[in-house]
């Protein structure tokens, strides 16, 4: 079995004042922190979800996914700014720390918080929503881990986003 570690989150907060939804993951898993970004195995779907549902073309680098998520008002951060966990398995997460979300909740208009997967969720509502005010509605995992849902199944989940992004 792989052996739990201390990993603290190192990656700014993607908003402007703009970002209209937060999508937030748990944290970011060893591969992502290796290419330094949010969803950095090749394999996780959630940027090419994200591009297909708002009808964009899928953002390669990350200067193209920044430019992305800020152009469709969408702000990416993680729930956590640290914990111990064993590889990406949020199962195995102990001793969190969340994020202060007010960084992100004060400067922009944010109308609605989206998890991308079930930990991130019961993180968020432990430790961050009666602080925020704002529900969390749960969105399937895009990790590669998550074979159980289809990318067809992702893309209609995914698509709870867009009323928020129309206006």
């Not at 937060?22 to 922190?33: C, D, E, F, I, K």
């Not at 090749?42 to 390669?60: I, L, S």
Request: charged letters at 25%; a neutral charge; hydrophobic letters at 35%.
């Amino acid at each position: 079995m792989a052996k739990s570690v201390r990993v603290q989150h190192e990656f700014e907060p993607v908003f402007d004042e703009r970002s209209r939804i937060l999508m937030l993951g748990t944290m970011p898993s060893p591969r992502s922190r290796e290419v330094g970004f949010y969803y950095g195995h090749p394999r996780n779907r959630f940027w090419r979800v994200m591009a297909d549902v708002c009808r964009a073309v899928f953002p390669q680098t990350k200067e193209e996914k920044i430019a992305f998520a800020l152009s469709h008002r969408i702000a990416v951060w993680d729930v956590l700014s640290g914990c111990e966990i064993c590889g990406a398995d949020d199962s195995s997460i102990r001793n969190p720390v969340p994020n202060d979300m007010s960084l992100i909740l004060e400067r922009a208009d944010i109308q609605a918080v989206f998890a991308t997967g079930t930990k991130a969720g019961a993180l968020y509502r432990k430790y961050c929503q009666e602080e925020t005010g704002i529900p969390v509605t749960v969105l399937p995992s895009t990790s590669p881990a998550n074979c159980r849902t289809s990318y067809e199944q992702l893309y209609e989940a995914y698509r709870v986003i867009l009323p928020y992004l129309e206006t």
